[in-house]
């Protein structure tokens, strides 16, 4: 099978049961270079598990997975390794090993993935002046972009809730993947942090073009992917303006329940729908 | 009645599964060789004091139990042979296997738990590594190279501490009790007595690290596994002694 980059991602008829209850249930999707996923859902509805599926961290009982235009489906665990160097994850929890400091958890891509490894070493890796960027001015230069550089040294357990999910940023776009998942980025921080939080994703999103998918349970998280953009020029969010900004129509909302999807489409689309289940998370962050 | 066996029998079946998996990575790269002194030093050097000190007291035990009994037939000088024999052939494999279980396989079915609970494996299989290969394999080969030791250093101390019985309630000479203390071992009590350590090591090590990969359930989850890891490594060791000496009896000993 050729590799087709023009999909970066593809659920086909995808089911996933653990005994009695369903993860999945028959899930298609495409995601394509430089767009935008929000995944809205309750507790339990499935959304953690579409991003473990994704990178083949959980297997699915049916249908087929395809990252790159390579189905993952079938791949050994040694082979999806090569496959997930260019998905940066964001795991629920941090998922920062406790016994690193921060600084190793960032190069940790770069010193244990195997085409991360090489490409410290060739151009990719280079700063475009002929000289070879290091692991460690990569690590320097994830952490500044989290605007975290002081913590090189320390260990998780030092960093507050916030800062950690920081550093996991940190370690999911240190690699430069073309693939970001993000599960429930904002998930028990204070409203002033998420935002921060949310900004980060942005900034990588619009400085890189990354395709992104993000699980929440906030509204406003999903409001700013779809209408905000990270302005290169003055550092700063602000409001995409019509027209001549892509993010708004880039950026779809999913809405899943019970392993199915309910809903997918646009911000106005989803503000229109009259399903109670999707209407229950406009309300909730009312943004 | 099927349904009831089936959870079981899918344990098992996971346990076999990642045993297998541990020992094949054991021939393959990339060697965490960091990780293999590390575990080597919590383990190992982190249960010598404890281990020593079991070994000593067992050893004073079974010379004044057996001092008592001997003492009666006039046989005390046979004190050396039998703390000897017990030790090295049972005593010394078993509690020291008993011990490290409770100390290291307990720690290692929480670090891998929490680990678990936290995503921390999920984010290792994200990041290009193999967690068996990085986690179960270091601690298995670590476990396999240092619990035979740790039972060598138990028996030898176990040894001196009958010895101190010995001289000081049976007035035995030094060489009266080392003497019948290495006359009564054969080769074969030194190999079985090497043999049940790294049975049990390996025990220790896969029922640690099984217990901890498969933990579900936040913090309580990893208590469980804790729990279960130390129950099932003491009960295994036990039944495999058993197991050992039978089939050795049977196969190297003269009836």
């Known amino acids: ?287 | 009645m099927l349904d009831i066996l089936k959870p079981p029998i899918e344990a098992f079946q996971e346990f076999v599964l990642l045993s297998i998996r541990a020992v094949r990575n054991i021939f393959r790269s990339p060697h965490y060789a960091d990780d293999i002194f590390v575990q080597m030093d919590v383990i190992g050097v982190g249960s010598l004091f404890i281990v020593s000190l079991i070994g000593l007291f067992s050893g004073i035990v079974m010379a004044l139990q057996m001092a008592r009994a001997l003492t009666q037939y006039g046989a005390q000088g046979q004190v050396g042979s039998i703390v000897a024999i017990t030790l090295v052939r049972e005593l010394g494999p078993v509690l020291t296997a008993v011990l490290v279980a409770g100390r290291n396989a307990s720690g290692i079915a929480s670090e891998l738990g929490s680990m678990k609970v936290t995503e921390q494996i999920d984010a290792m299989r994200a990041l290009g590594t193999d967690p068996i290969q990085k986690l179960v394999t270091p601690r298995l080969i670590a476990t396999a190279v240092v619990l035979p030791l740790l039972t060598i250093i138990s028996d030898f101390i176990g040894l001196i501490g009958g010895y101190f019985i010995a001289s000081g309630m049976l007035g035995l000479t030094f060489s009266e009790y080392w003497t019948t203390a290495w006359q009564a071992l054969e080769y074969n009590d030194l190999f079985q007595g090497l043999l049940k350590p790294f049975v049990f090591a390996v025990i220790i090590a896969l029922v640690g690290c099984f217990y901890g990969m498969r933990t579900t359930g936040g913090t309580q989850g990893v208590g469980r596994s804790t729990t279960s890891a130390v129950v099932s490594s003491s009960v295994w060791i036990f039944v495999l002694t058993a197991f050992i000496t039978y089939v050795w009896n049977r196969a190297f000993v003269k009836q």
């Open chain 1, 1 to 287: 099978m050729t590799p087709d980059d023009s999909i970066v991602l593809r659920f086909e008829d995808v089911s996933l049961h653990f005994d009695a209850t369903v993860a999945l249930d028959h899930l298609s999707l495409e995601v394509h270079p430089g767009q935008t996923y929000v995944v809205f859902g309750a507790a339990g509805s499935g959304k953690t598990m579409l991003l473990k599926v994704a990178v083949g961290l959980v297997r699915p009982d049916s249908g087929r997975v395809s990252l790159f235009g390579q189905e993952i489906t079938g791949l050994r665990e040694q082979d999806l390794f090569d496959i997930r160097a260019r998905v940066g994850i964001l795991f629920q929890e941090g998922g920062l090993f406790d016994s690193l400091t921060v600084a190793e958890n960032v190069a940790y891509p770069l010193t244990n993935q195997r085409v991360l490894q090489q490409a410290a070493v060739t151009p990719e890796g280079s700063a475009g002046n002929g000289a070879v960027r290091t692991v460690d001015d990569r690590v320097r230069e994830s952490l500044r972009f989290v605007e975290l550089e002081e913590t090189l040294d320390k260990f998780p357990a030092e960093l507050s809730g916030g800062m950690r999910r920081r550093v996991g940023i940190a370690r999911a776009v240190v690699s430069a993947p073309a693939l970001l998942l993000y599960d429930s980025p904002t998930a028990g921080l204070d409203p002033i942090t998420a935002n921060t939080i949310i900004a980060l994703i942005l900034k990588e999103r619009d400085l890189r073009n990354t395709a992104t998918i993000m699980v929440t349970h906030r509204y406003q998280d999903g409001h700013l992917m779809a209408n905000f953009r990270y302005n290169p020029n003055s550092g700063q969010i602000e409001r995409a303006r019509g027209g001549e900004d892509v993010s708004q129509v880039s950026t779809k909302f999913l809405v899943m329940n019970a392993g199915r999807l309910v809903f997918e489409g646009t911000e106005p689309e989803l503000q229109a729908s009259q399903d109670p289940y999707v209407r229950k998370f406009l309300r909730v962050g009312g943004a």
